[in-house]
């Protein structure tokens, strides 16, 4: 495949440089206007954070019963920064190939980026804005409030508008660069009586299509997993109580359909935090229990098995371990008594548990 110009291949490089100012510049921009708020609300996503009127926005949101925004409900924010380095890379590594296939990947590169990230924008508002709160101050029947990705959307008596910010402007402006390099250097090369190579080059499109998505994909959703993920005990904290996760026969984890995962050092803490409801039943995607008897093994808790036993040391006093296999519960039983459960119990032995606590 050809060559492309010096100054093409010079306007690519820059523009895989560019890329790195995501990491420091907003990447996209809400704004919402009301009747009560007539200079209105602002809201900026960068690659690891939010700014602007977050709070606000939140508090007016619970009214409706969405839940409130925070860097938390963000898994992407934790490794986002990372896929801006390696997409910047890849893309100067193809400008400096200096080929009408490397120029043509690198367009496709930044397509493929582009669609994910938008496509992950989606999914989030689509479940931030109908796994609504049931006991909301405001319910309004079959009412969803699902942001929109790009444009504008009137949501009740709210105008919002959705677009991109410096950084999304940079990644749009590059994608746009790349597209006219491509297709300048192929009208280039057929002015001058070469044509392009069809077949080689429509074999080169798709596998540098496949290729793009294989690596970018995990890259982007690598960190979404919603199967178990290892305790590092020792390490992570608690998310309820805070307190260090030390003991390998105990320990909980929830995890959501968007990849964030929470952990819990007694299944106390586990029980508390679903009942507090800061993950609403319908964003949970799995729920996770240790093995008593096998140390570090992580079980589903519809399909755990559970003993309540006053002798039983947890770490924050539920007195509950769990097991897969009955011969196990059953061997512990016999050794310090107490009474086998399910999951769906652990909520009343939990509050009784409390209860006598606070006497």
Not at 208 to 222: N, Q, R, S, W
């Amino acid at each position: 495949m050809f060559k492309i110009t010096n100054i093409s291949r010079m306007l690519l490089a820059l523009g895989a440089l560019s890329l790195l100012i995501l990491l420091f510049v907003p990447i996209w921009y809400i704004y919402l206007t009301a009747p009560q708020y007539p200079e209105g609300l602002e809201m900026q996503i960068w690659h690891n954070t939010l700014t602007g009127d977050v709070k606000i926005i939140s508090a007016l949101n619970h009214y409706i019963g969405m839940r409130a925004i925070s860097v938390e409900m963000f898994p992407e924010f934790e490794y986002l920064g990372t896929v801006i380095k390696v997409v910047a890379g890849i893309c100067l590594v193809l400008a400096l190939i200096g080929r009408w296939w490397s120029a043509l990947l690198f367009w496709l590169v930044l397509a493929v980026a582009d669609s994910l990230a938008l496509y992950d924008f989606w999914r989030w508002g689509y479940d931030y804005g109908h796994n609504l709160n049931p006991t909301a101050p405001i319910i309004i029947p079959g009412m969803a409030y699902q942001p929109p990705v790009l444009g504008y959307k009137k949501l009740l008596n709210f105008e919002a508008w959705s677009l991109p910010d410096t950084g999304g402007w940079v990644l749009m402006i590059v994608t746009g660069l790349a597209l006219l390099v491509v297709a300048y250097e192929w009208w280039r090369h057929r002015k001058q009586g070469r044509p392009v190579e069809a077949v080689p080059a429509a074999k080169t499109a798709q596998s540098a299509g496949l290729a793009t998505v294989a690596v970018l994909l995990p890259l982007l959703f690598g960190q979404c997993s919603t199967g178990p993920q290892a305790i590092n005990y020792g390490i992570d904290n608690c998310d309820f109580c805070k307190m260090t996760l030390m003991d390998k026969h105990f320990g909980a984890e929830l995890i959501t359909k968007k990849g964030k995962v929470y952990k819990f050092d007694d299944l106390n803490c586990f029980v508390r935090f679903l009942q507090a409801g800061t993950v609403s039943e319908e964003a949970v995607a799995g729920r996770y229990c240790t093995d008593y008897a096998h140390a570090g093994v992580l079980l589903n808790v519809d399909k755990a098995l559970f003993l309540h036993s006053e002798k039983l040391k947890t770490p924050m006093a539920s007195g509950l371990a769990a097991f897969s296999r009955p011969e196990d519960l059953e061997a512990v039983q016999a050794r310090i008594g107490g009474t086998a459960a399910q999951w769906p119990e652990l909520p009343q032995v939990i509050g009784a548990n409390n209860d006598e606590a606070n006497k």
